[in-house]
């Protein structure tokens, strides 16, 4: 009984994962136009770095996250504190960042969200394990900005 009122619904019940999966990178240039606006770099193995541009062609945010950032393997979404620092100031220098404003650090658990702000630049950030030698970072997301700092750090 089962079977007979299955068998005619299998063929469509196989079609609808296929409906549901994400749109392939040829679908969405073939939808969409692109745009100067945005770019993204391999700025390290496996370590990309989107860049968002403002109508001057000035970089205005930069996301920088693993290329697997989005898969339950922890090992390949996180990157040694020390390349994270080193990119994080490849795009934000510490001379252009200005006076610090303020920091916050949240925590939960291993992981520590840090949000920075300084006169011309606000980080905010993933940190895993901060403090011990096997610190990582998965994220950071970096917005030039000018801002108005009452009382500097």
């Known amino acids: 009984m089962f079977i007979s009122r299955v068998l005619p619904v299998l063929p469509l019940m196989l079609l ?3 409906s549901i999966s994400a749109q392939t990178s040829s679908e969405l240039h073939q939808k969409y136009k692109s745009t100067s606006a945005v770019e993204g770099f391999e700025v390290r193995p496996g370590l990309i770095a989107t860049v968002f541009y403002s109508e001057d062609g000035q970089p205005v945010e930069v996301s920088i996250k693993s290329r697997l950032f989005y898969t339950s393997n922890v090992a390949q979404t996180e990157m040694p504190l020390s390349i994270f620092e080193e990119v994080v100031a490849e795009f934000a220098p510490v001379a252009k960042r200005g006076k610090l404003c303020n ?7 291993r992981n520590h969200y840090v949000h920075t702000t300084y006169e011309n630049v606000s980080i905010y950030s993933a940190l895993h394990n901060r403090g011990q030698d096997n610190a990582t970072a998965s994220m950071a997301h970096i ?3 000018k801002m108005s700092c009452p009382n500097p750090k």
């Open 143 to 145: 917005r030039w900005e």
């Open 16 to 18: 609808i994962p296929l």
């Open 103 to 109: 920091e916050t650090d949240s925590e939960s658990g």
